[in-house]
């Protein structure tokens, strides 16, 4: 049976490293890499300096599970917000007693 981890080599701080992860997270890592329009081994070298206890592998893996949560909670938050109002709501009129041509107070009506 093939493994499904695929083992890479990197240049990291100037030195060649390899790193094994599955497919799937060498294909996100490339997205996310491509997305951010940096280089394979920036992104993977700012997440190098980022991490704290775990190897850099699990970093990674972490980074991608993160960066993908982090996506749905947005589209989450925009699907949550109302419509911007730009267009006049239904049933509402405008008052006659504004100009709309100038600035938007009352209009004289003694002159």
Known sequence: MKSLVVKRSIVRAGH??????E??????????????????????A?????RRHSNLSSAIRLFVLNYYREEIDIRDRRKAMPEPI???????E???DLDTAGPRWPKNRGD
């Open 94 to 96: 405008k008052p006659d």
């Open 16 to 21: 060649k490293t390899s790193i094994s992860l």
């Open 46 to 50: 700012a997440i190098d300096v980022g």
């Open 23 to 44: 497919e799937a997270f060498w294909k996100s890592l490339k997205e996310i890499a491509t997305q951010r329009d940096s280089t394979l081994s920036a992104l993977v």
């Open 86 to 92: 730009d267009r006049p709501v239904a049933g509402a």
